[in-house]
Nanobody, 116 residues
Framework: QVQLVESGGGLVQPGGSLRLSCEASGFTTTLYDMSWLRQGPGDRLQVVAS????????YYLDSVKGRFTISRADAQNTLYLQMHNLTTEDTALYYC?????????RGQGTQVTVSA
């Protein structure tokens, strides 16, 4: 059974940091392009960061550049998102996604709330 399980979300003050993790099971992440997506209250779903198979390329949403870092540990079938200097605009449900060919998986999400 294919699963992506996110963890690491929570409540943090502005300027704080969080590290999200996504553990994959039921498939091997090595060949997959992996991404973090988010959807804030009243917002559309957006790609926050992505990392290609083999970590050759990365992409970041402009608003998170310099604050977020995506990384992968394929030996552990795990994807990470390190987030620093969080703002209230980062409040959202964060999802992990994996894509390879016609295979496209997404987790249930972990909530990140940035509030004083």
């Amino acid at each position: 059974q294919v699963q992506l399980v996110e963890s690491g979300g929570g409540l943090v003050q502005p300027g704080g940091s969080l590290r999200l993790s996504c553990e994959a099971s039921g498939f091997t992440t090595t060949l997959y392009d992996m991404s973090w997506l988010r959807q804030g209250p009243g917002d559309r779903l957006q790609v926050v960061a992505s990392i290609s198979s083999g970590a050759r390329t990365t992409y970041y949403l402009d608003s998170v550049k310099g604050r977020f870092t995506i990384s992968r540990a394929d030996a552990q079938n795990t994807l990470y998102l390190q987030m620093h200097n969080l703002t209230t605009e980062d409040t959202a449900l964060y999802y992990c996604a994996a894509r390879w060919g016609r295979s496209d998986y997404r987790g249930q999400g972990t909530q990140v709330t940035v509030s004083a």
